[in-house]
T-cell receptor, first 113, second 115 residues
C-alpha cells in the first residue's frame, strides 16, 4: 500500500526565517511521482511541483526548493526567507503505478510578521 | 473564467436530504475526480472517472454516488446526507495518460455542512 506521511501538523516561524516541511512516502512501485500542493487560506489547491522517481536532482524555484532522497524515501520542501504570504497548508502527494494520487494529511504553516 | 468550476460553493443541508454537487471543466480533460478534505486528514479520493463511460470508486465511496453526464461535467451526490459528511469537497481534472504525468487541476471547492 502507498502512504504519505507529513509528520509536522503545524509549524510557526517568524518572517524571513527558513522553514522545511517534511514528507516521507512509502511505495513498492518502481515508477512513481511525488507532488507538493499549496492551499492558501482562500481554500484553492495550487500545484507547486512534480518529481518522478528517476530524477533525484534537487529543484529550486525562487525561494522554494525541494530535496528528493530515495534512500530515505523523503521529498522535503524548503522555503527560504519566508514571507507572510507563504502561510498556507502544504500537501505532499504520491502517485504510483495504480494511477491514483494519495495525499498526505498536510502541514499548516504560519509565517508570523 | 476558471477552468474548473464547482457549484454550489457553500451549502448547508439537513440530515437525510439528498444533495448534488456539480463540477464543470473547460480544459477538455478526460479525467475527473472528486475528493473530500477534512481537517487533519488531507484529501481523500471519493470517485474518479477516466472517461464518460468509466466510473471508479475511490478510497471513501460509501454514502456517495456520481454521474458523468458529459466529458465536461461530473456530479457528486449524497443520497441521504449525514453530519459526518460535513467537509470541503474538491473536484479535479487531469489530461489523458498516466495520472502522475498529468497535473491535477482543482476546482475552488464546495463547503458542505450537514446539520
Amino acid at each position: 500500500a502507498q502512504k504519505v506521511t507529513q509528520a509536522q501538523t503545524e509549524i510557526s516561524v517568524v518572517e524571513k526565517e527558513d522553514v522545511t516541511l517534511d514528507c516521507v512516502y512509502e511505495t513498492r512501485d518502481t515508477t512513481y511521482y511525488l507532488f507538493w500542493y499549496k492551499q492558501p487560506p482562500s481554500g484553492e489547491l495550487v500545484f507547486l511541483i512534480r518529481r518522478n522517481s528517476f530524477d533525484e536532482q534537487n529543484e529550486i524555484s525562487g525561494r522554494y526548493s525541494w530535496n528528493f532522497q530515495k534512500s530515505t524515501s523523503s521529498f522535503n520542501f524548503t522555503i527560504t526567507a519566508s514571507q507572510v504570504v507563504d502561510s498556507a497548508v502544504y500537501f505532499c502527494a504520491l502517485s504510483g503505478e495504480d494511477d491514483k494520487i494519495i495525499f498526505g494529511k498536510g502541514t499548516r504553516l504560519h509565517i508570523l510578521p | 473564467d476558471a477552468d474548473v468550476t464547482q457549484t454550489p460553493r457553500n451549502r448547508i443541508t439537513k440530515t437525510g436530504k439528498r444533495i448534488m454537487l456539480e463540477c464543470s471543466q473547460t480544459k477538455g480533460h478526460d479525467r475527473m475526480y472528486w475528493y473530500r478534505q477534512d481537517p487533519g486528514l488531507g484529501l481523500r479520493l471519493i470517485y474518479y472517472s477516466f472517461d464518460v463511460k468509466d466510473i471508479n470508486k475511490g478510497e471513501i465511496s460509501d454514502g456517495y454516488s456520481v454521474s458523468r453526464q458529459a466529458q465536461a461535467k461530473f456530479s457528486l451526490s449524497l443520497e441521504s446526507a449525514i453530519p459526518n459528511q460535513t467537509a470541503l469537497y474538491f473536484c479535479a481534472t487531469s489530461a489523458e495518460g498516466q495520472v502522475a504525468l498529468s497535473e491535477q487541476y482543482f476546482g475552488p471547492g464546495t463547503r458542505l455542512t450537514v446539520t
